[in-house]
């Protein structure tokens, strides 16, 4: 499975945009489909998931600003980020992977087998 993530660049503070991750190649089913992002200097951090059912997980970070969605005919998993801060400035990161038996699982990077190449989000104050 390849990862394409595409739709970062630079937003003013409170700003949005869409981020979009398509999937090519493989099997695009039960799987779960998540976002992580990697500031500079600092380790890579969960995002948001979504799960084969559509249901979706959030970092508090990302609560109430941040809405993962998923077009399985597309094989295409969107995050609209809303409200950003400066502290999202951040590369993200589309990852794909079995769906877990744990809510948990969804969280931790090592869940994810494929990834993507990562797109830039600045946020300016």
């Known amino acids: 499975v390849q990862l394409q993530a595409s739709g970062g660049g630079l937003v003013q503070a409170g700003g949005s945009l869409r981020l979009s991750c398509a999937a090519s190649?493989?099997?695009?089913?039960?799987?779960?489909m998540g976002w992580f992002r990697q500031a500079q200097g600092k380790e890579r951090e969960f995002v948001a998931a979504i799960r084969w059912s559509s249901y979706t997980y959030y970092a508090d970070s990302a609560k109430g600003r941040f809405t993962i969605s998923r077009d399985n005919a597309k094989k295409t998993v969107y995050l609209q980020m809303n409200t950003l801060k400066p502290e999202d400035t951040a590369v993200y990161y589309c990852?794909?992977?079995?769906?877990?038996?744990?809510?948990?699982?969804?969280?931790?990077?090592?869940?994810?087998?494929?990834w993507g190449q990562g797109t830039l989000v600045t946020v300016s104050s």
């Open positions: 990852g794909a992977g079995r769906d877990p038996t744990t809510a948990q699982a969804v969280g931790v990077a090592r869940t994810y087998e494929f």
């Open positions: 190649g493989g099997t695009f089913s039960n799987n779960v």
